[in-house]
């Protein structure tokens, strides 16, 4: 083993034995954006068509162990043979133009910081090394994104992964973040190792907006049926999936509920990167059915595109 990943495993080793910590530090208050809905108003909204302009972008390509990304002891994995490999992987970012309430963004994209992402201090030496990130290639920056959209009017994060709040630092401070109920309060022994990156990458971002969503897990974002929140939890507590009615048809962005195109294909809920597999694997199932009950809708699961 080499020297650097010997410190790296005893480390992390030491880290897990520790009392566990919260993902961040950073304060959260409930949304007072969207309404409690409910599936069946969901569904009958996804027949009309939308007014969002939607667009998907690639940040980032990289590559991480299928075995985080896939559950490879699942039935189908086994049965296909999949075994744990580096797998490439993209980082996306979604804009969504509403012509009343604004623009917005899916997840966060990638911050001008991580064009040289070896070398950016927002991120731990511990992280950088358990995560790959000097082999993140940039290909847009959420300032990019920003001046192309004419600004960001808030950013709906899936999660508070680290993968998926990198580029929040491009945006002003004050520009509203919203994400599922108990990811900011989730308490891990890694957090010890990752929370201190979280926090930098969050340092643009006074509080968490957390969504407050009822039995039903489901909010009429802006209340005119154009997006809908889907409170899908598993990969984290609060882990929230969009779908979005726009002029190029519904638009599912499912955030990691699955990685892969493999996982939806196959129905196989992500491996060591979740919190809760089964859950996982609920929400996803979930969302599948949301899929065959509309099939106009285009699914984009959270690292490869189908």
């Not at 530090?25 to 969002?52: C, F, K, S, W």
């Not at 992987?89 to 911050?111: E, K, T, W």
Request: contains cysteine.
């Amino acid at each position: 083993m080499k020297p650097l990943a010997t410190v790296f495993t005893l480390t992390l080793c030491a880290v897990l034995l520790l009392p566990g910590c919260s993902a961040t530090t950073v304060e959260t208050q409930p949304a007072q954006l969207g309404r409690q809905a409910t599936y069946a108003e969901m569904l009958a909204a996804i027949d009309a068509p939308g007014p969002i302009v939607f667009e998907k972008h690639l940040a980032a390509n990289w590559a991480v162990p299928l075995s985080g990304l896939l559950n490879l002891d699942h039935p189908k994995a086994v049965a296909a043979g999949l075994q744990d490999r580096e797998e490439p992987i993209q980082i996306y970012v979604y804009s969504l133009r509403h012509p009343q309430y604004g623009n917005f963004i899916v997840d966060s994209g990638m911050a001008e910081s991580f064009l040289d992402a070896g070398n950016n201090d927002d991120v731990s030496a511990i992280v950088k090394l358990a995560m790959n990130i000097p082999l993140l290639d940039v290909q847009l920056t959420t300032a990019e994104l920003q001046r192309k959209l004419g600004g960001i009017d808030g950013v709906f994060l899936t999660h508070i992964h680290m993968d998926h709040i990198m580029g929040l630092r491009d945006l002003d401070p004050g520009v509203p973040v919203y994400t599922g109920p108990g990811d900011a309060a989730l308490t891990s022994a890694t957090h010890i190792a990752t929370r201190g990156t979280t926090d930098r990458l969050l340092a643009n971002t006074e509080t968490l907006q957390e969504w407050q969503f009822g039995s039903s897990g489901i909010i009429d974002v802006f209340g005119d049926g154009s997006l809908w929140a889907i409170h899908s939890p598993g990969h984290t507590p609060g882990s929230t999936a969009y779908l979005a009615l726009t002029s190029s048809g519904p638009q599912l962005m499912i955030g990691d509920a699955t990685h892969t195109r493999w996982g939806w294909e196959n129905g196989v809920e992500p491996g060591s990167y979740s919190d809760n597999g089964p859950q996982s694997a609920i929400s996803l199932a979930r969302l599948q059915q949301l899929a065959r009950d509309k099939p106009a809708i285009a699914v984009h699961p959270g690292h490869q595109a189908l």
